[in-house]
């Protein structure tokens, strides 16, 4: 955590710099990226960092207006797809016919990853088992799972049953030991409630620390997870710790994209830039996620002691 530590500090210093400098880079700029109003489609995963995000951008840039519309990715990406909301944040790149809206117009899409989440699976904590293997997890997609344990997922159309029928490689869900509920709490309820059940949520709902976290917390307990064999972290059971979303060490990883389709360089755009800048990267470190910036640093620095 020093390495981790020393980063924070970091950007705590270029942040103050920037701040010092604001007015100069709103002069060269220009106001559109600071004023105005935009509208994000969001991923109900990343909610609370956005929110985060946004009252953070809002006290700097008081004249800017951003505002959300928060769902499944059934649910906000038709509006994207069809352009009547530019702005999206989700946990995949987009498929080629859901950018055909802007390509048939020769309209820009800009993707930047601004954070690395991780897909925690929990346990009841009275339950012996505190591991669970990747191909344990995926045989259970595949109804193939002897174990008789069974996997329970916030709804049927979330990024996360989505992340792990890709991954299991499976066409739809088995006829039992998989099931959704409606929300993330509901499955930390369910879990802390009922034995032999394994819930699949995002790290971030795990954090004590947030506005309104699940009174169920102190009921469950977080499984380490090992990889398939030959892949970065195949040689132990990891946590979905902070260090091992940095590290990749933790076999549950995805990318946070923040996608604009806006085609001005107007607020939009504005929020998407702070969102990759230091003051954007710290806050996602708050948040107990792996910072985009962060997490290249830390690469780089294994590289280049080998």
């Known amino acids: 955590m020093k390495v ?9 210093f270029a942040s ?4 010092c400098n604001r007015s100069a880079n709103e002069n060269t700029k220009g106001e559109k990226r600071t004023s105005g ?3 994000i489609l969001v991923d109900e995963t990343y909610a609370r960092i956005l929110d985060d995000q946004i009252e953070v951008f809002k006290a700097d840039y008081p004249d800017a207006t951003v505002s959300t ?9 038709p509006k994207f797809r069809t352009g009547e909301v530019k702005m999206l944040v989700i946990s995949r790149m987009l498929k080629p016919e859901e950018e055909r809206f802007y390509q048939n117009r020769k309209s820009p899409i800009y993707v930047d990853r601004f954070a ?26 595949r109804g193939t799972s002897k174990t008789g344990k069974k996997l329970v997922f916030d709804n049927a159309y979330s990024s996360t049953i989505r992340y792990f029928i890709d991954s299991a490689g499976i066409k739809e869900l088995p006829k039992s030991g ?3 509920l409606k929300t993330t709490d509901d499955v930390i309820k369910y879990v802390a409630d009922n034995k032999g ?49 940095i590290n990749g060490k933790y076999p549950l990883l995805r990318n946070v994209y923040v996608i604009n389709a806006e085609g001005t360089s107007g607020l939009g755009t504005g929020f998407a830039t702070w969102l990759s800048s230091p003051r954007g990267q710290l806050i996602v470190l708050k948040s107990g996620l792996g910072p985009h910036e ?9 590289t280049n002691n080998k």
Request: glycine share 6%; net charge neutral; proline share 4%.
């Open 294 to 302: 962060v997490a290249q640093r830390e690469f780089n620095l294994k």
């Open 69 to 77: 519309i928060v769902g499944n990715e059934n649910e906000i990406l």
């Open 178 to 180: 998989v099931y959704t």
């Open 116 to 141: 690395i989440d991780g897909l925690a699976l929990i346990g009841n904590r009275n339950e012996v088992d505190s591991t669970i293997t990747v191909e344990e997890a995926y045989n259970i997609m």
């Open 4 to 12: 981790i530590s020393n980063l924070v500090f970091t950007l705590l």
């Open 197 to 245: 059940y394994i819930g699949v949520i995002g790290v971030n709902w795990l954090l004590k620390n947030v506005k309104n976290p699940s009174p169920f917390l102190a009921s469950i307990k977080t499984l380490a997870v090992k990889n398939l064999p030959n892949k970065r972290g195949a040689d132990a059971f990891y946590k979905p710790t902070q260090e091992n979303l």
């Open 37 to 39: 109003s935009t509208t």
């Open 16 to 19: 103050a710099f920037l701040s």
